[in-house]
């Protein structure tokens, strides 16, 4: 009984280091407000996923099978929110001139993960895959949350970094406008594959 630790790693670090929602907010942030402004938001987007983990490590799916209806609200409640944050993204402006505004903090990053498919998706998995049959419920949701949580210590700063230096190249240029455009539609499309694309995470 257990989890197949180092499997679920390898999965973990290929979803969590992919672009989705998550990660084009916080490389859109990090363009916009460079890498210090932004890592209280980087904070609550890691510690966000944790409020999914829990919930579905003691038993949340069982209501799903009880109230689908519930889980399809939450379906398009999700849409919703990460086509907003797209349009958000798409109308971002890096160059120095854009109007001036705060940083996103530690509670709006807390509410990425709990509204996005992918997040779901990829910790339904985990548990499916990697948990062993009869693994008590405790020791298999503390593996995957500390397992997913020291994947995005890591990998979300890079993003959020990745965002800060592309920011520097192209702010106040023409591409710039393309840049957040093609994150906008990077963001809905790894929505909508995970929403319509059968098992994907």
Known sequence: MGVAVMNFL????SQVGTPGPANMALMATGARFGLRAALPFVAGVALGKQIIIWPIGFGLMEVAVRYPWAFT???????????????K????????????????GFLAGLAV????PKAWAMIVTGF???????TPTLQATA??????????IILHPI???AGDRIAHTVAGTPAERYLMWTLAALT???VLLVLFGGESA
Do not use: D
């Open 113 to 116: 993960h709990p509204l996005n």
């Open 73 to 87: 609200a939450l379906k398009w409640a999700s849409l919703v929110y990460i086509c907003w944050l797209a349009w």
């Open 10 to 13: 390898v999965f973990g670090a």
């Open 159 to 161: 993003w959020t970094f």
């Open 188 to 190: 809905v499309a790894s």
């Open 128 to 134: 499916t895959n990697f948990v062993t049959p009869g």
């Open 143 to 152: 593996t995957i949350a500390i397992c997913l949580l020291s994947l995005q």
């Open 89 to 104: 993204v798409a109308n971002l402006r890096l160059s120095p001139g854009a109007e001036a505004e705060k940083a996103p």
